[in-house]
């Protein structure tokens, strides 16, 4: 029996627990390589990590169906690795490779994969909270069973667009989950002194969109607030809005040095609220594992990630003949 968001008890078995352990650490692995690639010059451009908010994606996630959909913002790898992408292709996009989900051409903020129902990846901040809910639109006019994802940061919570999406999302009862990843700071400046009303999953009050604030750092309280909202939109009720309270552990991008909080701040999340440790100290508590038998699994993820830093560099970069291609589509 496992705790979720401090009220609620779920079941959560030995093999959802591995797996929730292993996707959690994929992402974490993934981007510290991400970092260093980074470092060494391959990365060009914007990078923005997910270190520390591994549980959201990973949670929420467990809560979908195959073919409901995926939308997010540009701190967007751990959404991809979430959504069944592989590390391979992920890795060659940062690096601007012809292997990429985007041959190339899109970088670290724009990845797509139909196949795999994830849709970006947006680079204009809220932007993509309009796009979620007309996929949502989209769902609801084929009746397709489908639901919609909308993944958004505390910064973007106070974009116009967000709210004429609300707006028209309760209006028509849209299949749409909107997630407010609230991991503290917009870029570099703290929601107490950016947003007036702390409490973002209540900014759906005055459209009759239900909220509810959940501890976004506990993958399994993630997974049964997912579970409910997703069931109430596939069930005609339209939108709900969670608000994932987490944390990330690096700067806003790979160029801020985040002055702006405490290494003191930074080391509480880190010791006292880890994703990871957390699902760690729980199958090893429950008798799922052991410390030898969690080593190995980290050993296989950072093959994993190594293979895919191997593959990013050994793959061609774009042709000069795409520069050209992707740009329009035939209606």
Known sequence: MAKANGKHTAETTKDELLQYYRDMLLIRRFEERAGQLYGMGLIGGFCHL?????????????????????????RDHGHMLAAGMTA?????????????????????????????????GHGIVGAQVSLGAGLAFANKYRDDGKVCLTYFGDGAANQGQVYESFNMAALWKLPVVFVIENNQYAMG??????TSETHLHKRGISFNIPGEEVDGMDVVAVREAGKRA??????????????????????????????????????????????????????????????????????????????????????????????????????
Do not use: C, W
Request: net charge negative.
């Open 88 to 120: 391979n292709g992920v890795m060659a996009e940062l690096t601007g490779r012809s292997g990429g989900y985007s041959k190339g051409k899109g970088g670290s903020m724009h990845m797509f994969s139909i196949e795999k129902a994830f849709y970006g």
């Open 230 to 331: 997703v069931e109430n939109a596939r069930a005609g009720n339209g939108p709900t809005l969670l608000e994932m309270k987490t944390y990330r552990y690096r700067g806003h991008s790979m160029s801020d040095p985040a002055k702006y909080r405490t290494k003191e701040e930074v080391d509480e999340q880190k010791t006292k609220h880890d994703p990871i440790e957390r699902v760690k100290k729980m199958l090893i508590d429950a008798g799922h594992s052991d410390e030898a038998a969690l080593k190995e699994i980290d050993r296989d993820i950072r093959a994993v990630v190594t293979e895919s830093a191997e593959f990013a560099q050994s793959s061609p970069e774009p042709d000069p003949s795409e520069l050209m291609t992707d740009i329009y589509i035939e209606a």
């Open 189 to 194: 400046t703290s929601i107490q002194r950016s």
């Open 50 to 74: 997910y270190i520390g908010q591994e549980a959201v994606v990973v949670g929420m996630q467990a809560a979908l169906k195959d073919g409901d959909q995926v939308i997010t913002a540009y």
